[in-house]
């Protein structure tokens, strides 16, 4: 079967990465979570005091940052190292998410980023899960598909991957609205704006187990593997 790129976009928290990271493993491709390249420039900014309104200080803060993945056995995937360290768990802590996407609007921070994930798409083989990957990063990807599901099944699954991380002090309707700020600068922002790809397909996975989701979408990527 041919490799091809798989392009997976979609809302905060509605299991992207879940289903890349069994997609990848099942077809030996190579995952990237774009976002955690995001989450890790926000983390930078944030450490360092970066000036977002200083196109001066963004330029000069992304020079001094190095992005690298390196494999997790453990995960069964990449961790993201920023400048050579492992930051996989800070970038997910609440002050990273309550930032990101005011830092991912930055034009220079999605040049930035952007840049280095077609890089990485060069061979082929890989499932990149995103917010702009289908309509930016990769339009000419074989497959793409659009993930959505409920707002509040989105919460309870996102409440349920803090819980297991050992974050117990955060509420449901706390992460509803860092969800729905998120999608909110991520949809209406000026530059790589979240939308449907025209030729994405829609996966709506509310209703879905995970095992459901990914025979449903190695479906998909027969078709498309075999063109
Ligand atoms: O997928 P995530 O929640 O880890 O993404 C973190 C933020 O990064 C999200 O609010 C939007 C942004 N993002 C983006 O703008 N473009 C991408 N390709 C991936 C993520």
Not at 130 to 150: C, M, Q, S, W, Y
Request: aromatic residues 6%; charged residues 25%; negative net charge.
């Amino acid at each position: 079967m041919n490799k091809i790129v798989i392009a997976i976009d979609g809302y905060s928290s509605c299991g992207k990465s879940t289903m890349a990271k069994q997609l990848a493993k099942k077809l030996n491709y190579i995952f990237i979570d774009s976002g955690a390249m995001y989450r890790a420039i926000a983390l930078y900014f944030l450490n360092n005091n970066v000036n977002l309104a200083d196109n001066n200080s963004v330029a000069a803060a992304l020079n001094n940052i190095h992005l690298n993945f390196v494999y997790n056995e453990v995960e069964g995937k990449s961790d993201i190292l920023l400048n050579n360290e492992n930051v996989e768990t800070a970038i997910r802590e609440m002050r990273v998410s309550e930032y990101v996407s005011v830092v991912a609007a930055i034009e220079e921070v999605r040049t930035f980023a952007v840049a280095q994930q077609q890089q990485m798409g060069i061979s082929k083989g890989i499932v990149m899960d995103g917010r702009d990957i289908g309509t930016t990063v990769f339009p000419n990807a074989e497959l793409k598909i659009f993930v959505t599901a409920d707002i509040n099944t989105r919460v309870e699954r996102r409440l349920k991957e803090l819980h297991d991380k050992g974050n117990t002090a955060i509420s449901f309707e706390e992460v509803k609205q860092n969800l729905i700020s998120r999608d909110h600068i991520d949809s209406t922002r000026a530059i790589s704006p979240l939308r449907q790809a025209e030729d994405a397909v829609l996966l709506d996975n509310t209703h879905l187990t995970r095992e459901e989701q990914l025979n449903i979408v190695l479906n998909w990527v027969n078709e498309r593997s075999s063109n």
